[in-house]
């Protein structure tokens, strides 16, 4: 798919089930188009003296309900579209789970792994700078995304400080905890994954120890989930990065392949030095392939449009959850509700991120922190109502998981929408 339908089709989307479920259109509208979006070119000095400049975007997408929320991604493929598509995801998300929030995102374009840890620095320093009228604690709070990371935030949250002369650590979340950040906010993505697919292998009767697992994405979320599924007792028998995978009949150890990937940085090095080597087989393939594996749960946890009307009919799966935002493109959702396959769609799935970056901005705003427990049991509850309330329009209404938390967030919109007056509301006054 091309990156500027990113934005097009997740707006097809929003109409397509804002139709199937009753959403009026007033609704819809105020949806259809992103408040404000801000982009700038970012100077930065390059380590040889020279001065790059980088192709910068800030969306705050819709704040009906509070304060724009959502990540900065650092990646070669980023557009505005792009930007916008995630951004009004994350107003969906933060409607699904009942998080006073609205959603934003933000992007840079630029490939970070040509960058060094100074240059990347500066460019975080350099976003934050071209950003901070545009962003705020009361207005639009930025947090981690692909190729950013606790580290970028502390420094775009020092930056932001510097610049306001304030203290003011709920500007951003996913922070280092020494700067403010929250105990469990690091996992948080992984974990809410995995508390929504143990929600949904209850009520289909999977057991962990006879389901298989395929995971394309060993980043952030990637990675948590896979670990959280491992100790559960599911076979993980596929993983892959941006540079390709590995497949093994028996299951990996899920821990030890991240360990070995932190050193080499190569996931299809890992099974390849020492006793793991001798003591584990597995093949490699590629990113495609692992789409097309016949496993039990897929989940894509990379980018988006990875499951289109090009490969679902290869795909296997049963489930699919959806822990990158946006891996399947809109004109297959039907298809893959007709014939069966069930999707835990990306809106609940891996919202379990910005629901600790609200438990991260609550606490800054408190000036108290809670303790991991504390953390995890909220996420926890947070995620497993949304799941329930999800799963009752699903099965009350005969929707799909996805139109079910469509319709979730967009009926909370709508009580916003319809409190500020709708058509109806002036159109009768004025006959009155
Ligand atoms: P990350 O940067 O930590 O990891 C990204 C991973 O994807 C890496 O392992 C990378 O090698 C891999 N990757 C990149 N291109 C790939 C490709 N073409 N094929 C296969 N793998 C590829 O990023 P992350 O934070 O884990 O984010 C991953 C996804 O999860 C994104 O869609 C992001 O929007 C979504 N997400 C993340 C969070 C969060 O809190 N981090 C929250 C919600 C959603």
Request: charged letters at 25%; hydrophobic letters at 40%; glycine letters at 10%.
């Amino acid at each position: 798919m091309e990156d500027s339908n990113v934005f097009i089709d997740a707006l097809d989307r929003l109409r397509r089930i804002g139709e199937q479920t009753g959403i009026p259109t007033e609704v819809i509208d105020a949806l259809a188009r992103p408040k404000a979006t801000l982009s700038a070119s970012l100077p930065v000095r390059m380590d040889d003296g020279s001065r790059g400049y980088f192709e910068a975007y800030r969306c705050r997408y819709n704040d009906a309900l509070g304060p724009t929320k959502g990540g900065i991604r650092f990646h070669p493929e980023v557009t505005i579209d792009e930007v916008r598509a995630l951004a009004l995801w994350m107003t969906l998300k933060c409607g699904v789970v009942g998080l006073p929030y609205g959603g934003g995102k933000g992007g840079v374009i630029v490939d970070a792994k040509d960058l060094s840890r100074l240059e990347i620095e500066r460019l975080s320093r350099a976003y934050v700078r071209a950003m901070a009228d545009f962003i705020g604690p009361d207005v639009d709070i930025p947090a981690p995304d692909m190729y950013t990371n606790e580290r970028i935030m502390g420094w775009m949250a020092d930056e932001y400080q510097t610049i306001k002369r304030v203290h003011a650590p709920d500007v951003i979340t996913g922070k280092p905890i020494v700067l403010g950040g929250s105990l469990g906010r690091s996992e948080a993505t992984g974990r809410g994954a995995f508390i929504v697919i143990q929600e949904l292998a209850a009520r289909k009767g999977l057991t962990p120890r006879e389901t298989t697992v395929a995971v394309q994405g060993f980043g952030n979320a990637g990675y948590h989930v896979a670990r959280l599924l491992h100790q559960e007792g599911y076979h993980i028998v596929a993983i892959s990065d941006s540079k390709g995978g590995i497949y093994s009949d028996a299951g990996f150890d899920v821990e030890s392949v991240y360990q070995r990937k932190q050193e080499s940085s190569e996931l299809h090095g890992v099974y390849c030095e020492g006793s793991v080597c001798n003591m584990v087989e597995h093949d490699r393939i590629t990113n495609e392939e692992l789409l097309e594996l016949d496993v039990d749960i897929l989940i894509p946890a990379a980018l988006e449009s990875v499951i289109t009307s090009e490969n679902v009919d290869r795909v296997k799966a049963p489930y699919i959850a959806e822990v990158a935002n946006g891996p399947i493109s809109g004109d297959v959702d039907t298809k893959l509700f007709d014939r069966g396959t069930v999707v835990l769609p990306d809106v609940l799935t891996n919202a379990g991120g910005v629901t600790v970056s609200y438990f991260e901005w609550v606490q800054n705003r408190q000036g108290f922190a809670w303790d991991l427990e504390e953390v995890r049991n909220r996420l926890a509850s947070a995620l497993i109502d949304a799941f329930d309330a999800v799963w009752q329009i699903a099965t009350d209404e005969g929707l799909s998981l996805r139109s079910a938390a469509y319709a979730r967030a967009l009926r909370r919109i709508g009580e916003q929408v319809e409190a500020q007056g709708t058509r109806a509301y002036f159109g009768n006054a004025a006959e009155e």
